[in-house]
Nanobody
Framework: QVQLVESGGGSVQAGGSLRLSCAAS????????MAWFRQVPGKQREWVSY???????LSASSLKGRSTISRDNAKNTLYLQMNALKPEDTYMYYC????????????????WGQGTQVTVSS
């Protein structure tokens, strides 16, 4: 079992930056693939980025060049640095984990945090 708690969301103006964090506890989360998804009410959860235990990451094209996913396995913490934020980045952002492989499919993640809201104003 892994418990995930996100933080770092907030309200920013367009062009601003935010760093989201996801603290993992429980099982050895350092061995898990970890990912960020985002969602607005009434729509499907959208993949943002994932990172393998060894630090290899991949990001969706919508945020590529504006975001960096990273992890600190010693602290069991996942990060998402987002720069040059746009109003269309306004979502609830969720941290997810699964212990087999990285995937862009949300249903294949076993563990989820409660989400942190990011709101970008123009």
């Amino acid at each position: 079992q892994v418990q995930l708690v996100e933080s770092g969301g907030g309200s920013v103006q367009a062009g601003g930056s935010l760093r989201l964090s996801c603290a993992a506890s429980g099982d050895t989360a350092s061995r898990y693939c970890m990912a960020w998804f985002r969602q607005v009410p009434g729509k499907q959860r959208e993949w943002v980025s994932y990172i393998w235990p060894d630090g290899r990451g991949l990001s969706a094209s919508s945020l590529k060049g504006r975001s960096t996913i990273s992890r600190d396995n010693a602290k069991n913490t996942l990060y998402l640095q987002m720069n040059a934020l746009k109003p269309e980045d306004t979502y609830m952002y969720y941290c997810a984990a699964q212990n087999l492989y990285c995937t862009v499919v949300s249903s294949q993640y076993n563990y989820w945090g409660q989400g942190t809201q990011v709101t970008v104003s123009s």
